[in-house]
């Protein structure tokens, strides 16, 4: 069982306190830290938001949420967590707001003690980032000891991206700004530098030489969930390929970095990054696919179609739910191997898997077609784990039929333990300051770069949106386009 280390006590602003994000992750993640024993009771946890809530409404309303969250519920230990709380109602984009009342909550006569963290959660639309921080600012809040955290989306392309960066860092140090990227919090992805970097067996197989491709899936059988506003103006690629999807290609190729030491980690992502090929308008045509789901199934139940889910002027909506793209690193280590990376909403299930598919044996000893290459598959989400392929002679006489079985290590199998969710490790990290698992401004500023090219290159040539029934892989396109490689998805199967 792992043993959790207290944090140093600190205290938390949630802009935006009672939205979503504050209520299914950010209040839940709290309370089961302070349920492990890693909070001190002298933390102040106090939302801020414009709804017109008291104290009581407020801790009512958090109750709710850390409720459903929680599966070892007592009234006795809520009470104590309760006293943490607080609430204010605040236009944190106003520069006279009562921010002296925010201060006197804080109870500190000076805020600057340089051993309590003083965190500004910023649970916002990114379009107030800026100007919240010019607030905090004006009312000398951005002390040395304030940390910044900033949700994703950061922009929508570069430029948007530049300017936020630009607004916060003029009020914040860059090494007290904590972007998110939920995904880096998920334990099965840090296990991916555990995978990489604590074990012999694989750095000298970890490139070109061995490795025919790489497969990065992240599908959900979701869709809008509510959304549809903001997704409907993001699609695919913004929403899930330019921080989850890039941040686990990054992880699988970077060059080890000499320390885990924040800086260390994110220099060598960025330059994973920076190597991507970019597309033109023939690349784009031929290794990219653009989907949007019609009406089909979510399990046994029928669902509508995107379309059928937005707004009736919405209706003629190009945004794409599903993509899938062919790229690669064009460096020493990676040079010739491509990258598959896919996702989508409303697709057949929830899944999350990094397919390494390695080269076939040089030799066909055993006959040209008998066995398939090794595969090694890390599943990120549900059912965490790894399977390492093997082949093996299937035992019996009557000639030497070779299988491929995998090398099953699965978490649930070996620990007993509850996952934390990814947010509970962010915002401890937040806490001690450590910004290894967060995103660096160029690191996010390089990401809206390619991005920036493929969506521009998309719309140069026009590419078709492609659709797909819910409840199935996508488009047909998207098996194309690893089958005119001579290649084909990996589907779960064994
Ligand atoms: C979010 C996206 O960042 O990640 C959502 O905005 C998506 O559209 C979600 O559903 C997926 O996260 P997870 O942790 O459920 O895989």
Request: with cysteine; charged share 25%.
């Amino acid at each position: 069982m792992a043993k959790f280390i207290p944090v140093d006590p600190f205290d938390i602003i949630i802009f935006g306190g009672t939205g979503d994000l504050s209520r299914r992750k950010l209040l839940p993640a709290l309370f089961h830290r302070f349920l492990d024993g890693q909070l001190d009771s002298s933390n102040r946890i106090i939302a801020a938001a414009r709804s017109d809530l008291d104290r009581t409404a407020f801790i009512e309303m958090a109750e709710n949420a850390c409720r459903k969250a929680s599966k070892s519920w007592t009234d006795e230990n809520w009470a104590k967590f309760a006293k943490m709380l607080d609430y204010i109602k605040i236009d944190a984009t106003d520069e006279d707001a009562d921010w002296a009342h925010l201060k006197s909550l804080l109870g500190h006569t000076e805020m600057t003690d340089p051993k309590r963290p003083l965190i500004y959660y910023l649970a916002t639309t990114p379009l107030i980032y800026v100007a919240i921080c010019e607030a905090l600012g004006k009312a000398e809040m951005n002390t040395p000891n304030a940390r910044l955290v900033l949700e994703k989306p950061i922009g929508k392309d570069l430029k948007s991206a530049q300017d936020i960066n630009a607004g916060v860092g003029a009020i914040f140090p860059e090494n007290s700004i904590f972007r998110i990227d939920h995904y880096l919090g998920k334990e099965t992805v840090q296990n991916l530098l555990v995978l990489r970097f604590a074990n012999t067996l694989f750095e000298p197989i970890w490139s070109r030489n061995s490795i025919d491709h790489v497969q990065i899936t992240v599908s959900e059988d979701i869709g809008l969930e509510g959304r549809a506003d903001y997704y409907d103006r993001s699609g695919a690629v913004r929403d899930m390929v330019q921080n989850h999807l890039l941040q686990l290609l990054c992880l699988t190729a970077m060059e080890p970095p000499n320390s885990l030491d924040g800086d260390e980690v994110r220099t060598e992502k960025i330059k994973v990054l920076n190597a991507l090929k970019r597309f033109d308008a023939n690349t784009v045509r031929t290794q990219t696919v653009r989907g949007q789901y019609i009406a089909g199934m979510n399990g046994t139940a029928p669902v509508k179609s995107y379309l059928d889910t937005l707004s009736p002027e919405r209706q003629d909506s190009q945004t794409e739910t599903f993509v899938a793209i062919k790229t690669e690193i064009q460096n020493w280590r990676w040079a010739g191997v491509p990258f598959y990376l896919r996702t989508g909403k409303r697709m057949d299930a929830r899944r999350s898997e990094i397919v390494i598919q390695f080269k076939p044996t040089p030799h066909p000893l055993f006959g040209q077609a008998a066995h398939p290459p090794n595969r090694l598959v890390i599943r990120l989400q549900p059912d965490e784990g790894m399977n390492l392929f093997m082949q093996i002679k299937e035992p019996g006489p009557g000639g030497l039929h070779i299988k491929s079985l995998p090398l099953n290590l699965s978490y649930a199998d070996n620990f007993t333990v509850r996952y934390p969710d990814a947010y509970e490790r962010l915002l401890m990290d937040v806490v001690r300051g450590n910004l290894a698992l967060f995103m660096r401004r160029d690191e996010v500023e390089s990401a809206w770069k390619w991005v920036d090219n493929l969506l521009g290159a998309w719309k140069e040539t026009d590419q078709p949106l492609e659709t797909y029934a819910a409840g199935t892989q996508g488009p047909l396109q998207s098996a194309m386009l690893l089958d005119r490689d001579g290649r084909e998805w990996w589907e779960g199967d064994i």
